[in-house]
């Protein structure tokens, strides 16, 4: 492909100086600005955006019409950035990056960025009102702020904890905080300090004023520190199964790092020191890339030297597994979701399942299968007897009926729930937990299994009220009349359907919808709470704290943080049924939960309903005994034998 170079228009907004991109390419090109100086630059990939914040900030200020790119030699075609494609002015003599036609673009509300050929455009998050930049989905909450509010909203959406990563400065030593003088009570809990001379790495520099440390003098372990103090832990060998992450510097290291003074370590090569407050320091690492970063920068959950080799060595961190993010440690198989691919919970050391162990699934599928078969038999041999004439029996019958079915039902539930946890999801429960738990066939389920042990319940109740009730012979069972049995039965299938069917109402969200979850924003892994919520909206739009907002304001708050080209970024709600991967009614709630009055409301209920079933059957027993007792006084004064008795 033939070039022409003849303007560079590129510049950044304060001053007139040339960019440089730190994205290697495969050709350059010399800048010579007004005053005829020269400048190496290097450019981006090709059809690519600017690296970070690069994209952004870079705008065309004015055109040097007397300015010319020259070419430099190489085999290789030259690549140019891309934004300079479709800007009206063509570039290849072909004028190729001027054709619509081949150059896809992602639109945004305020720009539009251009992509390659097999990317797919979604909405951006939108940096805080009064900015122009934005960043793309993949990279957020990566640890590097690349516009203004995406720091607060990762820290306000995340666990994140606070890192300590530069030690503290006591007197002439660079010491660590648990090695400073404290209250002569508690000294005896903090470890034993000593004073040590420190050497990158672990050689001495001529000229270089040596670094003093206040450290442990015993090993332990590192997953708690960072950056700077990490450096020193593991280089002096005081961190548990951790090598020392630092390499020699060589003079030609760091080749972007001006003013050096050149010196000579271990006696043997020649390095360099860099002049800081009146004294020389070499306290940099390089990067596999040739970038250096200095020693806060290592090991510090952030990837600063854009290759991963600042982290590469360090134990202190968990790398997720798809976006390459880091996490502490410690945050590893704790429970909770830090990795957008849910890596950090779901591997060969931790996981989930909706039903644990294998023997469990079989002896949930085996009940589940047995009560369904055993109940089916039983309404079977029901239906065919409620045709009895006797009203007490069709009365026993019919609720006899309920039972059945909806024990029919809760072994249902448990056979399906047993089968989709062993077929369909299984190992990969784990990382599809947030779409099982917002799924409709978990609400289902949920819903199934409420149903039927609601309906069992009241029938259970009613039936033993009338047997109560019908103890000796009373009247209820001369005035008992069909019309109301079937009344009964009428309100135990309304109430078996309302109460599991209302936490599912679209119009009572706000009291029962746990959480919302999202496939692609990094704010929220997993599920996010009403309170996640409340927090990312405030560090964005400040102040919000009202703990009643529903959830119709939160998504559209949320959709004003993010473009609306491709749509809105609705999530999918976690229902009432997806408190827990076995998708059962919610019977545990705090105190602050808007859920609590329905729950402690069915909950007393049920109870109501297990104590007048444990009365009406305690009156029962009572009345068979004394029964049982009447029969034998007659028996004994008419000189019969004791016969056996038919069950009431």
């Given amino acids: 492909m033939e070039w022409r170079i003849v303007r560079m228009d590129l510049m950044r907004e304060a001053d007139s100086a040339a960019v440089s991109s730190t994205k290697s390419a495969s050709a350059g090109f010399i800048y010579r600005e007004m005053d005829h100086s020269e400048v190496n630059i290097t450019l981006s990939d090709f059809g690519r955006a600017l690296p970070d914040d690069d994209s952004a900030k870079l705008k065309r200020l004015r055109t040097l019409s007397d300015d010319v790119r020259t070419l430099s030699k190489g085999e290789k075609a030259l690549t140019i950035p891309s934004l300079w494609i479709n800007d009206g002015f063509p570039d290849c003599l072909s004028g190729e990056d001027e054709l619509t036609s081949i150059w896809p673009t992602c639109k945004l509300s305020h720009a539009t960025r251009r992509?390659?050929?097999?990317?797919?455009?979604?909405?951006?998050?939108?940096?805080?009102?009064?900015?122009?930049?934005?960043?793309?989905?993949s990279d957020l909450c990566d640890g590097k702020d690349k516009c203004d509010g995406e720091k607060a909203v990762c820290f306000a959406s995340r666990i994140i904890p606070k890192l300590y990563t530069k030690p503290v400065i006591y007197g002439s030593y660079i010491s660590m905080f648990y090695c400073l003088p404290g209250i002569k009570s508690i000294q005896h809990f903090s470890p034993k300090c000593a004073r040590e001379h420190f050497y990158n790495p672990n050689y001495p520099t001529y000229g270089h004023l040596d670094m003093k440390l206040m450290i442990t003098t015993s090993p332990r372990s590192c997953e708690h520190v960072f950056g700077e103090l990490y450096v020193y832990l593991s280089c002096t060998g005081r961190c548990f199964n951790t090598s020392c992450v630092l390499q020699p510097l060589r003079h030609d290291s760091c080749p972007g790092i001006q003013e050096k003074v050149f010196t000579l370590a271990k006696n043997s090569y020649l390095t360099f020191v860099v002049q800081q407050g009146g004294k020389y320091h070499n306290n940099f690492f390089q990067c596999d890339n040739e970038i250096c970063v200095r020693f806060e920068q290592l090991c510090n959950l952030v990837d600063d030297c854009g290759d991963g080799s600042d982290e590469k060595g360090c134990r202190n961190h968990f790398q997720c597994k798809t976006s390459k993010f880091y996490i502490p440690l410690i945050q590893k198989c704790d429970g909770k979701v830090e990795c957008l691919d849910h890596s950090d919970e779901c591997n060969e050391e931790c996981g989930k399942e909706i039903i644990p162990g294998v023997w469990l699934k079989l002896l949930a599928g085996s009940i589940g299968g047995a009560s369904v078969l055993l109940n089916t038999v039983s309404l079977v041999r029901s239906f065919l007897s409620i045709r009895d004439k006797k009203k007490a029996a069709f009365c026993n019958r019919t609720l006899s009926i309920l039972i059945n079915f909806g024990d029919l039902l809760t072994g249902l539930y448990l056979l399906m729930i047993s089968v989709q946890d062993s077929f369909m999801i299984g190992a990969d429960y784990c990382k599809k937990q947030s779409q099982w738990l917002s799924s409709e066939y978990c609400a289902f389920l949920g819903i199934l299994n409420s149903f039927g042990s609601t309906m069992s319940l009241f029938s259970m109740t009613f039936l033993s009220i009338f047997r109560a009730l019908n103890i000796g012979g009373g009247t209820f069972r001369r005035d008992t009349k069909k019309w109301k049995v079937w009344f009964v039965t009428a309100i135990i299938i309304v109430l078996a359907i309302a109460i599991p069917c209302i936490p599912i109402a679209d119009y009572l969200e706000d009291l029962f919808v746990n959480g919302l979850t999202y496939k692609d924003i990094s704010f929220f892994i997993g599920s996010g709470s009403k309170g996640d919520h409340l927090n990312v909206l405030g560090a964005y739009?400040?102040?919000?704290?009202?703990?009643?907002?529903?959830?119709?304001?939160?998504?559209?708050?949320?959709?004003?943080?993010?473009?609306?080209?491709?749509?809105?970024?609705?999530?999918?709600?976690?229902?009432?049924?997806?408190?827990?991967?076995?998708?059962?009614?919610?019977?545990?709630?705090?105190s602050d939960d808007p859920q609590r009055i329905y729950v402690w409301s069915v909950i007393t209920c049920n109870f109501a309903c297990v104590a007048v079933i444990s009365i009406c059957y305690g009156l029962i027993n009572l009345s068979a005994k004394e029964t049982t007792k009447a029969v034998k006084v007659m028996m004994a004064q008419d000189g019969h034998k004791e016969a056996p008795l038919k069950p009431l």
């Fill in 541 to 590: 739009f400040g102040k919000v704290t009202n703990p009643r907002i529903s959830w119709s304001t939160i998504r559209n708050l949320l959709n004003l943080m993010f473009s609306d080209n491709y749509g809105e970024m609705r999530g999918k709600r976690i229902h009432f049924y997806g408190n827990d991967g076995v998708c059962l009614f919610k019977f545990f709630v705090k």
């Fill in 115 to 137: 992509v390659i050929d097999n990317s797919t455009c979604s909405n951006v998050f939108l940096c805080r009102q009064g900015s122009l930049d934005f960043v793309e989905l």
